[in-house]
């Protein structure tokens, strides 16, 4: 089982993630955009607070599974170790994780804007 769930947990989170940067992109799915990036901030900041901050339940969750494959010296990010993983890298856990933060700022801003403005549109459509 644990190694169908390894395979699970690094797809989902892996499209997650990427959906979390691009799904602003598309009309028909801004609003969950919307709110996976709402769970995401609310994920690190707020349970942050008391897991730490950036925490994950997926992140935490797929890090007990690989701990019963044998996996023992895993990075505290997914992030870190999606990009090692897929550049082969050992890219600086500090680096990925100020750009992490970064870029999901940058986002979270940019998706409140087109939410904020296609909202307005609908209702100045529908008055």
């Given at each position: 089982m644990y190694p169908f769930l390894n395979i699970f947990f690094f797809v989902f989170h892996t499209s997650f993630t990427v959906f979390n940067l691009?799904?602003?992109i598309w009309t028909r799915t801004r609003k969950i955009h919307f709110l996976?990036?709402?769970?995401?901030?609310?994920?690190?900041?707020?349970l942050g607070i008391w897991y730490g901050f950036g925490y994950c339940p997926s992140?935490?969750?797929?890090?007990?599974?690989?701990y019963?494959?044998?996996y023992r010296d895993m990075?505290?990010?997914?992030?870190?170790?999606?990009?090692?993983?897929?550049?082969g890298?050992?890219?600086?856990?500090?680096?990925?994780?100020?750009?992490a933060v970064g870029i999901f700022i940058g986002v979270f801003i940019l998706t409140t804007i087109l939410n904020t403005r296609d909202l307005l549109a609908r209702r100045t459509f529908s008055a």
């Open positions: 691009i799904g602003w996976t990036m709402f769970g995401t901030g609310f994920s690190w900041f707020i992140t935490d969750w797929h890090w007990q599974v690989r019963h494959l044998g990075p505290g990010s997914y992030i870190k170790f999606l990009l090692d993983s897929l550049t890298l050992n890219l600086p856990a500090d680096l990925v994780n100020l750009a």
